[in-house]
């Protein structure tokens, strides 16, 4: 296989439709105007008979630049980014579920700021993917967030009532003054102190699973915090933790993904737990 990726690499002859048939992908870019006039790119993901879909938001800046011209490629084998769950992409399609990787949409061209994951404005376009989703099949959506994603998917859950789950992983629980996160966003640092825990997490109401890697260095996700974020989650119905451990030697900072904050190394393992928290709470569905 890397022999056959190699020459396509080198000779450049293949468009974005002739690499999907050639390894049954079904893999496309999205590019849909949401409610408030903005374009909001994803990768979209369709299994033949999908039992649930999972919107994937990548953490940092979830700067994809899916609209740049010529488009990438998206399929199994193509990187689009290094980060968790967009490499991840494709096991999360391996489960039967319909994958929608978002971007920022287009008026956020240098990516999402923590404000803007917090705002308004992305929740109305967060609710629109959900909707896209839900007419492509009648499946439940879940929202899946790591590191600063977790931001977006726990802010989505709050504000979209069509949305049926909530996963974060590495998530954002300290913002300690004078860090690099607190000097990028003042405006979070003040208002959000513990991350994600000092949002309206009591307004979720959805099964919630909180994933963390035992062994994660990042100042601003250690794996210790979960059970205070579990603990906010007072009308979710069913919450639940899972510590992931082990791994590949780290090949990056901390806080970034390929390291344990990144589940480098244990990647299959944790979309398998995330997957089987989906499908218990599938079964259990009336």
């Not at 609710?127 to 879940?142: E, I, R, T």
């Not at 900072?253 to 480098?264: R, S």
Request: charged content about 20%.
């Amino acid at each position: 296989m890397d022999r056959v990726l190699h020459l396509i690499a080198s000779l450049g002859i293949l468009s974005f439709m002739t690499w999907n048939e050639a390894f049954g992908e079904h893999a496309s870019i999205v590019s849909m105007t949401t409610p408030r006039g903005v374009q909001q790119a994803f990768i979209l993901i369709k299994p033949e008979h999908p039992v649930a879909s999972v919107i994937l938001f990548a953490g940092g800046s979830g700067l994809l630049r899916l609209n740049r011209t010529p488009p990438p490629q998206v399929g199994p084998y193509a990187f689009v980014a290094g980060n968790f769950l967009v490499r991840s992409r494709e096991r999360f399609a391996e489960h039967d579920f319909m994958v929608a990787v978002i971007d920022a949409p287009s008026d956020q061209p240098r990516g999402m700021s923590g404000s803007f994951r917090l705002s308004n404005e992305h929740a109305i376009d967060i609710g629109a993917v959900v909707d896209y989703l839900k007419c492509q099949a009648d499946v439940p959506v879940w929202l899946v967030g790591t590191s600063a994603g977790s931001w977006s998917a726990a802010h989505g859950a709050i504000a979209a009532s069509a949305v049926d789950g909530l996963v974060l992983t590495s998530t954002v629980t300290r913002i300690a003054p004078g860090s690099s996160l607190a000097k990028a966003f003042p405006e979070i640092a003040r208002d959000y102190p513990q991350g994600v825990i000092d949002m309206a997490l009591p307004e979720i109401r959805v099964p919630t699973l909180i994933v963390s890697h035992s062994e994660d260095a990042c100042e601003f996700t250690p794996a210790t915090d979960a059970p205070a974020l579990a603990k906010r989650l007072t009308q979710a119905g069913r919450v639940a933790i899972v510590l992931i451990s082990g791994g590949d030697r780290p090949r990056s900072d901390p806080c970034e993904a390929y390291a344990a904050h990144g589940f480098y190394g244990v990647e299959q393992q944790a979309v398998d737990r995330i997957a089987e928290f989906i499908a218990a709470r599938d079964k259990r569905a009336p």
